[in-house]
T-cell receptor, first 115, second 113 residues
Framework: GESVGLHLPTLSVQEGDNSIINCAYS??????FIWYKQESGKGPQFIID?????DKRQGQRVTVLLNKTVKHLSLQIAATQPGDSAVYFC??????????????FGKGTKLTVNP | ETGVTQSPTHLIKTRGQQVTLRCSSQ?????VSWYQQALGQGPQFIFQ???????GRGNFPPRFSGLQFPNYSSELNVNALELDDSALYLC????????????FGPGTRLLVL
């Protein structure tokens, strides 16, 4: 079946610490994976993606790691700031019954940054 | 802020009624995908429109239908509303079928009483 899930529903960190958000996926055929950030009252916002032929990708203060052996990816946020407080989703493409592609999202991890 | 807009922002309906939600895609984007996000859950794919035709559908009943117009804006229609239809409805536009390029709108919050 299709599944993209997160290990922890909530994560609380101190400002300035590093945050790690984890995600397990089931579709080994996914070509890429995406991390989204959703702030209260807003739609999901693209953070970073990683292709399946990569193990690591870095952005501004964020790093995504992909372990295809155990079907796991993680999002690392360096020097977490109060503005990083949000719900974070991982998403992966799956095929619809008609053969087109859709994104399947995990349930999300709520990150709270304490000042 | 993305260039994707949705209307209305909030809506209250009663069971059995019909609702139409609207989405304007970002300039240059010809694909619109619709998602339903229940409280505390991740978005669930409803369907996608590409060049005015439905290009894929998730596990939603036929009472969920849509349209895409020549300017690539889109509508989501839901008939015979049920209480469980209460959710945030998100649309996302993308350039072609590259879902990794999609941008989300702010959503329409629907409450069915």
């Amino acid at each position: 079946g299709e599944s993209v899930g997160l290990h922890l529903p909530t994560l609380s960190v101190q400002e300035g610490d590093n945050s790690i958000i984890n995600c397990a996926y089931s579709n080994s055929a996914s070509d890429y994976f995406i991390w989204y950030k959703q702030e209260s009252g807003k739609g999901p916002q693209f953070i970073i993606d990683i292709r399946s032929n990569m193990d690591k990708r870095q952005g501004q203060r964020v790093t995504v790691l992909l372990n295809k052996t155990v079907k796991h990816l993680s999002l690392q946020i360096a020097a977490t700031q109060p503005g990083d407080s949000a719900v974070y989703f991982c998403a992966a493409p799956h095929l619809t019954q008609g053969g087109s592609e859709k994104l399947v999202f995990g349930k999300g991890t709520k990150l709270t940054v304490n000042p | 802020e993305t260039g994707v807009t949705q209307s209305p922002t909030h809506l209250i309906k009663t069971r059995g009624q019909q609702v139409t939600l609207r989405c304007s895609s970002q300039s240059g984007h010809n694909t619109v995908s619709w998602y339903q996000q229940a409280l505390g859950q991740g978005p669930q794919f409803i369907f996608q429109y590409y060049r005015e035709e439905e290009n894929g559908r998730g596990n939603f009943p036929p009472r969920f239908s849509g349209l895409q117009f020549p300017n690539y804006s889109s509508e989501l229609n839901v008939n015979a509303l049920e209480l469980d239809d209460s959710a945030l409805y998100l649309c996302a536009s993308s350039r072609g079928l590259a879902l990794e390029t999609q941008y989300f709108g702010p959503g329409t919050r629907l409450l069915v009483l």
